[in-house]
């Protein structure tokens, strides 16, 4: 049992304990690491046909070499103090999950103790302690976050862990179904897709129910599974009819007949003007179930869940577990087999405990004699233990001639993706291969024990996506990496431990998007990076000190549409002329994002909708300033709200330019100095980049270092520019007020030293739409709501 920990029976009135230091977090964690690697403790050999194997021991282990379970726990402890002895800088309040941890601790050092302890309570312990010891390590990337995580949100008391579906029963609606006109209408709107957006609209069955998908996630699965491809009779025609036949297959074009016919619905978000995400509704989504069953389409239980089972579907996922598993060193009996077997040993030791020891000693002495009598009988049992064993190997045959014509792994909840190398290896014909998480948030912790199962990537020739999104535990790929000649997109997005990519990443010639973005720890890359010409999109490339790719080997991707760089360098200046003279070689560059410093990534735009938390937590350290910005600015007289951020529908636009007129005459003074500068260095730009055009239409900013715009960023370079978002840093200024930009949508956040008011931004944007204006003191008289968007009455377009 659960010893009661005294200091949370108190009837005082609780005071909260001040936030422990990273130091003092260290020590307790070390503490907790030298009682427990002091305790011995020899677990029980499980059952080769019943092991209980848990899905945090790693349910792809052998059963019958599974590791002592106190060792694993002393290794998590280890992980931990070893991964906050590196986040010196930060510091949060821990202390009542260590409470927790050393509650855990101290009950299983207790029953330890015990005379004639309880195994089966022990383990529980075990897994329970390594359970939130997991739970801490997932606020670990999320340090950068400034996270604050109470006890009872993640933490569970020992004893009490349960294992609880968070699915809900797909198939309670059953009466609905029942309806003719529901059935015959949704069967009407399915019947009138073709084959590729059927099979499109399937992919949504395996995702929980309301759970949110991303765009990004349905663009490149549809693309792995050649979904997006044109037939051979589009083919033919493509010359005619290339941009109505990209049209009709482009992801937007599905997701927008897909909620027209009712199918799913988009995730509305704040300060959108697109959709990013989708949702399906329960009801719908249980006949898609259906569908997906009937076509084979990946294989559900009878709830409707989708499960791992072998041989149903060439379509897999991979969930949590318990027990046998597929994936597991030996071969699953059959369901049968199993049942029996698990049922024998479990009647003959309630019978052992029934009889005396004397009627136990009689009944062994005739069980030799019957031996004896029994020779042929004990022949026979030989041969039938022959044939099982023959029928194991011709299961495994089995398994592994199905792997091996698998088309898609999809990861729907397994958190420890680790899978047998052996087993790995055999998917020769792989198209699809999703290990990471696909959730939009970080709220599941993912992570690998081990990466030597990568190695059987060399094997997977014909694999078009490959995605470990999210997990934990890899800080280098391996060298079979090289070997995925056909590979299109591979996306690494949010491995935290990712320091370097391998050089056999230049061997992926056919490969078009390659998404770095949050690898907070990578700072090598390869230069044979630049060998990749028919690269379009590449996120999170990384400048700096360590990394041998530079900017200038990338202007050898003719083909890049869309490229983000996070600067690590202080050396690194886009206001230099080398690095201007690379830039404008990039001819089909559409969109381009830089950030410096140690700035998560964020694409808010066309993924995930949601802004990076360690952003918001870095433009808002300089809040004091803001504070202190907001009350010298005496010119500013706020109306209908706080500091010139009213209500757009309080204040007609006429009469707010009308206002503006008179303050702007008054500041035109005020800014004439800076904006004669300004103007001398920008005429010199215009003469050097006459000839010079980008095709840029979105250009995004962050933390940028220096108060002055590039020489090179103004709007004569940058005519197609629709989009531009600054955020963070020292910029002083948007460049001269009579150079007018053809931006459409402007986000300006956490800017202190911009000085300009609303009849000044509708001159130098006379074509702005959408206007979101956050933390930027100096910007005032701006009609904008109380979250600091302003809406034109034409809307926006992407």
Same mark, same amino acid.
């Given at each position: 049992?659960?010893?009661?920990?005294?200091?949370?029976?108190s009837s005082?009135p609780?005071?909260?304990?001040?936030?422990l230091?990273?130091?003092?977090i260290v020590?307790?964690?070390d503490?907790?690491?030298?009682?427990?690697?002091?305790?011995?403790?020899e677990?029980?050999?499980p059952?080769?046909?019943?092991?209980?194997?848990?899905?945090k021991?790693?349910?792809?282990?052998?059963?019958?070499?599974?590791?002592?379970?106190?060792d694993k726990a002393?290794?998590e402890?280890k992980?931990?103090?070893?991964?906050?002895?590196k986040?010196?800088?930060?510091e949060?309040?821990l202390?009542k999950p260590?409470?927790?941890?050393e509650?855990?601790?101290?009950?299983?050092?207790?029953?330890l103790?015990?005379?004639g302890?309880?195994?089966?309570?022990i383990e529980r312990?075990?897994n329970?302690?390594?359970a939130?010891?997991?739970?801490?390590?997932?606020?670990?990337?999320?340090?950068h976050q400034?996270?604050?995580?109470?006890?009872s949100?993640?933490l569970?008391?020992t004893?009490?862990?349960?294992?609880?579906?968070?699915?809900?029963?797909?198939y309670?609606?059953?009466?609905?179904?029942?309806?003719?006109?529901?059935?015959?209408e949704?069967?009407?709107?399915?019947s009138?897709l073709?084959?590729?957006?059927k099979?499109?609209l399937?992919?949504?069955?395996?995702?929980?129910?309301n759970?949110?998908?991303?765009?990004?996630l349905?663009?490149?699965?549809?693309?792995?599974?050649?979904?997006?491809s044109e037939?051979k009779?589009e083919?033919?025609?493509?010359?005619?009819?290339?941009s109505e036949?990209k049209?009709?297959?482009?992801?937007?074009?599905?997701?927008?007949?897909?909620?027209?016919?009712?199918?799913v619905?988009?995730?509305?978000k704040?300060?959108?003007s697109?959709?990013?995400?989708?949702?399906?509704?329960?009801?719908?989504?249980?006949?898609?179930?259906?569908l997906?069953?009937?076509?084979?389409?990946?294989?559900?239980?009878?709830?409707?869940?989708?499960?791992?089972?072998?041989?149903k579907?060439?379509?897999?996922?991979?969930?949590?577990?318990?027990?046998?598993?597929?994936?597991?060193?030996?071969?699953?009996?059959t369901?049968?087999?199993?049942?029996?077997?698990?049922?024998?040993?479990?009647k003959e030791?309630?019978?052992?405990k029934?009889?005396?020891e004397?009627e136990?000693?009689?009944?062994?002495e005739e069980?030799?004699?019957?031996?004896?009598?029994?020779?042929?009988?004990?022949?026979k049992?030989e041969?039938?233990k022959?044939?099982k064993?023959?029928?194991t190997?011709?299961?495994?045959k089995?398994?592994?001639?199905y792997?091996?014509?698998?088309?898609t792994?999809?990861?729907?909840s397994?958190?420890?993706?680790?899978?047998?190398?052996?087993?790995?290896?055999?998917?020769?014909?792989i198209?699809?291969?999703?290990l990471?998480r696909?959730?939009?948030?970080?709220?599941?912790?993912?992570?690998?024990?081990?990466t030597?199962?990568?190695e059987g990537?060399?094997?997977m020739?014909?694999?078009?996506?490959?995605?470990?999104?999210?997990? $934990?535990?890899?800080?280098k !790929?391996? /060298?079979?990496l090289?070997? %995925?000649? #056909? +590979?299109?997109? =591979?996306?690494l997005?949010?491995?935290?431990?990712?320091?370097?990519?391998p050089?056999?990443?230049?061997?992926l010639?056919?490969?078009t998007?390659?998404?770095? $973005?949050?690898?907070?720890? !990578?700072? /090598?890359?390869?230069?044979? %990076?630049? #060998? +990749?010409s028919? =690269?379009k999109?590449?996120?999170?490339?990384v400048?700096?000190?360590?990394?041998?790719?530079t900017l200038?080997h990338?202007?050898?991707?003719?083909?890049?549409v869309?490229?983000?760089?996070?600067?690590?360098?202080?050396?690194?200046?886009i206001n230099a002329?080398?690095?201007?003279?690379?830039?404008?070689?990039?001819?089909?560059?559409?969109k381009?994002k830089?950030?410096?410093g140690?700035v998560?990534e964020?694409?808010e735009?066309?993924?995930?909708?949601?802004t990076?938390k360690?952003?918001?937590?870095?433009?808002?350290k300089s809040s004091?300033r803001?504070r202190?910005a907001?009350g010298?600015?005496?010119?500013?007289?706020?109306?209908g709200?706080?500091?010139?951020?009213?209500s757009?529908?309080?204040v007609?636009?006429?009469?707010?330019?009308?206002s503006?007129?008179k303050?702007?005459?008054?500041?035109?003074?005020?800014?004439?100095?800076k904006?004669?500068s300004?103007?001398?260095a920008?005429k010199?730009a215009?003469n050097?980049?006459?000839?010079?055009?980008?095709?840029?239409?979105?250009?995004d900013?962050q933390?940028y270092?220096?108060?002055?715009?590039?020489t090179?960023l103004v709007?004569k370079?940058?005519?197609?520019?629709?989009?531009?978002?600054i955020?963070?840093?020292?910029?002083s200024?948007?460049?001269e007020i009579?150079?007018q930009w053809n931006?459409?949508?402007l986000r300006?956040?956490?800017?202190?030293?911009i000085?300009i008011n609303?009849?000044?931004?509708?001159?130098?944007?006379?074509?702005?739409?959408?206007?979101?204006?956050?933390n930027?003191?100096?910007i005032?008289?701006?009609?904008?709501?109380?979250?600091?968007v302003w809406?034109?009455?034409?809307?926006p377009?992407?």
């Amino acid at each position: 049992m659960s010893s009661p920990n005294p200091k949370h029976q108190s009837s005082s009135p609780e005071i909260d304990p001040p936030p422990l230091t990273i130091h003092e977090i260290v020590t307790r964690l070390d503490n907790l690491h030298k009682k427990l690697s002091h305790a011995k403790y020899e677990p029980e050999k499980p059952s080769k046909l019943d092991p209980q194997q848990d899905e945090k021991d790693g349910d792809s282990k052998s059963t019958t070499n599974k590791p002592n379970p106190l060792d694993k726990a002393c290794n998590e402890l280890k992980y931990l103090k070893s991964a906050f002895e590196k986040l010196k800088i930060f510091e949060t309040d821990l202390s009542k999950p260590l409470d927790t941890l050393e509650d855990n601790v101290k009950d299983i050092l207790n029953d330890l103790d015990l005379k004639g302890y309880a195994k089966e309570l022990i383990e529980r312990n075990l897994n329970v302690l390594r359970a939130n010891i997991t739970k801490v390590k997932a606020q670990i990337p999320l340090q950068h976050q400034a996270s604050s995580i109470s006890e009872s949100r993640y933490l569970q008391t020992t004893n009490t862990s349960k294992d609880v579906r968070t699915l809900l029963d797909p198939y309670r609606a059953d009466g609905i179904f029942e309806s003719k006109t529901f059935l015959k209408e949704f069967e009407d709107h399915y019947s009138d897709l073709d084959v590729r957006h059927k099979l499109c609209l399937l992919c949504f069955a395996i995702f929980p129910e309301n759970a949110v998908v991303k765009k990004r996630l349905l663009r490149f699965w549809w693309e792995g599974e050649k979904l997006l491809s044109e037939t051979k009779e589009e083919k033919k025609e493509k010359e005619k009819l290339m941009s109505e036949i990209k049209e009709k297959w482009s992801v937007n074009k599905i997701l927008e007949k897909f909620v027209e016919k009712g199918f799913v619905e988009p995730v509305t978000k704040r300060s959108r003007s697109q959709f990013t995400s989708y949702k399906m509704h329960p009801i719908i989504r249980c006949l898609v179930i259906r569908l997906a069953q009937k076509a084979k389409f990946f294989h559900f239980d009878p709830k409707g869940y989708p499960d791992q089972n072998f041989f149903k579907s060439k379509k897999l996922c991979l969930v949590k577990s318990e027990g046998y598993s597929w994936w597991s060193k030996d071969v699953p009996p059959t369901a049968e087999e199993g049942e029996n077997q698990k049922q024998e040993p479990e009647k003959e030791k309630e019978k052992q405990k029934q009889k005396p020891e004397k009627e136990k000693e009689k009944e062994n002495e005739e069980k030799e004699k019957e031996k004896q009598k029994h020779k042929p009988e004990n022949e026979k049992k030989e041969k039938e233990k022959e044939k099982k064993e023959n029928d194991t190997v011709k299961r495994e045959k089995e398994r592994v001639k199905y792997l091996e014509n698998l088309q898609t792994l999809f990861n729907v909840s397994k958190q420890f993706p680790d899978l047998r190398e052996e087993l790995f290896s055999k998917m020769k014909n792989i198209g699809v291969l999703y290990l990471g998480r696909w959730e939009p948030t970080t709220q599941r912790h993912m992570e690998v024990e081990k990466t030597e199962f990568l190695e059987g990537l060399e094997k997977m020739g014909r694999l078009l996506f490959f995605s470990l999104q999210g997990i $934990s535990g890899i800080s280098k !790929l391996p /060298k079979s990496l090289g070997k %995925l000649y #056909n +590979l299109r997109i =591979l996306d690494l997005r949010a491995c935290h431990n990712l320091e370097e990519l391998p050089k056999e990443v230049g061997s992926l010639k056919k490969l078009t998007h390659l998404d770095l $973005s949050e690898c907070y720890l !990578l700072e /090598k890359i390869p230069k044979d %990076l630049s #060998n +990749l010409s028919n =690269l379009k999109v590449l996120k999170g490339f990384v400048i700096s000190k360590n990394s041998k790719c530079t900017l200038k080997h990338l202007t050898k991707l003719s083909n890049l549409v869309k490229l983000s760089i996070n600067v690590n360098r202080k050396d690194f200046s886009i206001n230099a002329h080398e690095t201007e003279t690379h830039f404008f070689k990039f001819t089909m560059l559409r969109k381009l994002k830089i950030a410096w410093g140690a700035v998560a990534e964020e694409d808010e735009d066309e993924e995930t909708g949601q802004t990076s938390k360690t952003q918001e937590s870095q433009a808002q350290k300089s809040s004091a300033r803001i504070r202190k910005a907001i009350g010298k600015l005496k010119n500013i007289r706020p109306w209908g709200g706080v500091h010139g951020e009213g209500s757009s529908k309080s204040v007609p636009e006429s009469k707010v330019a009308d206002s503006t007129a008179k303050s702007g005459e008054v500041d035109d003074y005020r800014d004439a100095k800076k904006q004669a500068s300004v103007a001398t260095a920008s005429k010199d730009a215009d003469n050097k980049n006459e000839n010079h055009q980008m095709k840029l239409e979105k250009l995004d900013l962050q933390c940028y270092p220096e108060r002055e715009l590039p020489t090179w960023l103004v709007p004569k370079n940058l005519k197609s520019l629709e989009r531009l978002y600054i955020k963070g840093g020292e910029l002083s200024n948007l460049g001269e007020i009579h150079k007018q930009w053809n931006v459409k949508i402007l986000r300006l956040k956490y800017l202190l030293d911009i000085k300009i008011n609303w009849k000044e931004l509708q001159l130098q944007f006379p074509e702005l739409q959408y206007l979101e204006k956050v933390n930027c003191p100096q910007i005032a008289f701006c009609p904008c709501d109380a979250s600091g968007v302003w809406v034109s009455k034409q809307p926006p377009t992407n």
